[in-house]
C-alpha cells in the first residue's frame, strides 16, 4: 500500500521597513484566497494592541479578524486540531515578534500542506535584523520587499527611523515613534535626533544644577 501524501503547502513572505505597506498587501492576498473559496486564519502577535485586540489592522483602518497569539506553535491548538485540518491558509502580521516562526513555518507548510503568508519588519530602527523573520527567508516559495515613501524628501524609504531616545529594540508604536526614510536621510536623522537628544539632555542637567544652587544658596 502506497503511503500516504499530503499536498505540500508554500511559504510566501512580505517584508520591508514601517509604513509600507505590508500588512495591506498581506490582507489583500487573504482576501484574495477566501475569494478563491480557500479556508483562512489570521494570526497577529498579542503584543500588538495599538488598534485592536482581535483584529490585524492597516495604518489606514482597514480590519481582518485574527488570534491573537504569544507564540505561533500554540496555534493549532487553540484553533482545533479538526478546524486546523481543514485550513488552507495562514496569515501572520508582525512576524518580527514571534520567536518560534521558522519551526512553526516548517511545519504548517512542510507537514501540514498550509500556505503561509508571513509579513513582517526585516529590519529594527538600527537596521539589524529584528527577530525571526529573515531566518525564513530559506523556506520561502517568494519574498515581496515593500518601500515607504521617505517623510523627508518623498523618495522610495527601505528604513526605519526611530523618534525617541528609546533603545530596546521591541517598542510598538505608530508615527509617533516611527518614520520611513531613505538612506541618505536615515544617515543624516540619526546624526540630528542623536543631537537633539543630547542638547535636551544638556539643557535638562543645566536646568537640575541651576537649580541646586539656587536651593544651597537659599
Known amino acids: 500500500m502506497g503511503l500516504y501524501h499530503r499536498a505540500s503547502g508554500e511559504v510566501h513572505v512580505i517584508v520591508g521597513p514601517m509604513f509600507a505597506g505590508k500588512t495591506t ?15 483562512v486564519a489570521m494570526i497577529k502577535s498579542s503584543k500588538d494592541t495599538r488598534y485592536a485586540v482581535d483584529s490585524v489592522v492597516t495604518h ?8 491573537a497569539l504569544p507564540n505561533l506553535l500554540s496555534f493549532k491548538q487553540k484553533f482545533g486540531a479538526e478546524a486546523y485540518d481543514k485550513l488552507d491558509v495562514i496569515g501572520i502580521d508582525e512576524a518580527q515578534f514571534f520567536d518560534d516562526l521558522y519551526d512553526f513555518c516548517c511545519k504548517a507548510a512542510d507537514c501540514d500542506g498550509k500556505i503561509v503568508i508571513v509579513a513582517g519588519l526585516d529590519g529594527d530602527y538600527l ?26 524628501c518623498g523618495k522610495r524609504a527601505f528604513f ?19 518614520m520611513p526614510v531613505c538612506r541618505q536621510h536615515y544617515v543624516n536623522g540619526q546624526v540630528v535626533i542623536e543631537s537633539a537628544w543630547d542638547t535636551l539632555e544638556s ?6 544644577d541651576s537649580y541646586q544652587e539656587e536651593v544651597a544658596v537659599a
Do not use: H, M
Open 160 to 178: 526605519t527611523l526611530r523618534k525617541t531616545n528609546e533603545t530596546k529594540t521591541e517598542l510598538i508604536g505608530g508615527s509617533d515613534v516611527y
Open 203 to 208: 539643557c535638562s542637567k543645566a536646568q537640575t
Open 60 to 67: 489606514d483602518g482597514t480590519k481582518f479578524p485574527c488570534w
Open 25 to 39: 498587501a498581506l490582507l489583500r492576498r487573504i482576501k484574495s484566497e477566501v475569494n478563491n473559496g480557500r479556508s
Open 127 to 152: 537596521r539589524r535584523t529584528f527577530g525571526s523573520v529573515l531566518d525564513i527567508i530559506p523556506l520561502a516559495d517568494s519574498i515581496t520587499k515593500l518601500t515607504a515613501r521617505c517623510e523627508f
